[in-house]
């Protein structure tokens, strides 16, 4: 009686094991959601629905973009963070939540919670002026704000975000005092500097890309050691002496811990071999992105040297939330 019900035990754990292998073996076989960690019409938005589409056909299986937007971006990487790690979800995120937030506030997540897959893209930020700033190059912007400190401002998309943690860099490395003016997102950022209400600012290349070619917006610097390929003609922060002025918006795919291997491996080998893909990097130009992939532990080890940036500089400029 005890071999039968022995055997009996045997064939179900067979069956159950057989039934998860084939389950594992069969994915993806429904739909997998690709969190946003922003508001839909972003950068980041923009990307991932490229990302989405390309790889959701080469996967043969529908990615709906889930926008989960709040704090920072924290709302959706903690939403990531907390989902089963089954291969239905995953992220698209920018550095602000895993290297930035994490040294403004405490957030309800640790690095170790995600699983880097690999990067897709790269957005320069740009340091622009007004049109009708008198300064057309950006070692004439710190020789002005050198004569006359704290008469001129910049604009940032609020507190602890890439263009305030960028624009306060440029102050440290060039040692000038230029005011900070918070508004509520990149968009109206941008706007107060077109309206005059600010001189300058730090932004991603893509959302100034319209207003430097209709001339309302001067770009001063590139603010890295790579000129733009949308841009040729700027030249970069590097290049001007201040090549500790970096500041690019790296793009990358992340999942919640603890993904099977070989799940992991398949959806990354998709992603790279869309972002790869001549159609997907055209489409990235046109965002005013360059695409970039990367192996998980060398996107790890990036989003750590963002991480250890960003604290320096917000010790050093007593930045906060506020």
């Keep these: 009686m005890l071999s039968k019900i022995a055997a009996a035990c045997a064939f179900t754990l ?49 990615i709906v973009v889930d926008n989960k937007a709040g704090a920072g971006g924290t709302i959706g990487v ?21 290297a930035g937030m994490p040294n403004l506030m405490k957030v309800p997540y640790a690095p170790t919670d995600v699983q880097y897959l690999t990067l897709v893209a790269r957005i320069p930020s740009v340091i622009v ?14 020789a ?45 950022a941008v706007t107060g500097v077109l309206g005059g209400e600010v001189q300058f600012a730090m932004v991603d290349l893509l959302p100034v890309l319209p207003h430097v070619k209709a001339g309302t917006l001067k770009v001063l610097a590139v603010a890295g050691d790579t000129r733009a390929p949308q841009a040729p003609q700027v ?7 201040l090549p500790g002025v970096k500041m690019d918006t790296l793009y990358g795919v992340i999942a919640p811990k603890g993904l099977p291997a ?12 869309a972002v790869q893909s001549p159609e997907l990097k055209n489409q990235f130009l046109e965002q ?20 250890d940036k960003w604290r320096e500089v917000v010790s050093k400029g007593h930045i906060t939330l506020e």
Aim: glycine share 8%; proline share 9%.
């Design 14 to 62: 067979g069956a159950v094991a057989l039934s998860a292998a084939h389950a594992q073996a069969a994915w993806p076989n429904k739909t997998i959601r690709l969190v946003v960690p922003y508001s839909a019409g972003g950068p980041t938005d923009a990307i991932a629905r490229l990302v989405a589409r390309q790889v959701g056909a080469a996967l043969n299986q529908t």
């Design 262 to 273: 070989d799940i992991q491996k398949k959806f990354r080998d998709a992603v790279v071999a």
């Design 144 to 188: 002005a704000a050198k004569a006359a400190p704290d008469k001129f401002n910049y604009s940032s998309a609020g507190p602890g975000t890439t263009p305030h943690i960028g624009f306060e860099l440029l102050k440290q490395q060039a040692q000038i005092n230029v005011q900070h003016v918070p508004y509520k997102g990149a968009a109206p």
């Design 288 to 307: 005013g992105a360059v695409a970039l992939t990367s192996t998980p532990e060398e996107y790890r080890k990036l989003m750590q040297a963002e991480s």
């Design 235 to 241: 030249p970069t922060t590097k290049e001007l002496g």
């Design 78 to 98: 903690n939403d990531l963070a907390r989902s089963a790690p089954d291969g239905y979800t995953f992220a698209l995120v920018a550095p602000g939540p895993l």
């Design 129 to 142: 002026a007004g049109k009708d700033v008198p300064v057309g190059t950006l070692p004439e912007l710190v």
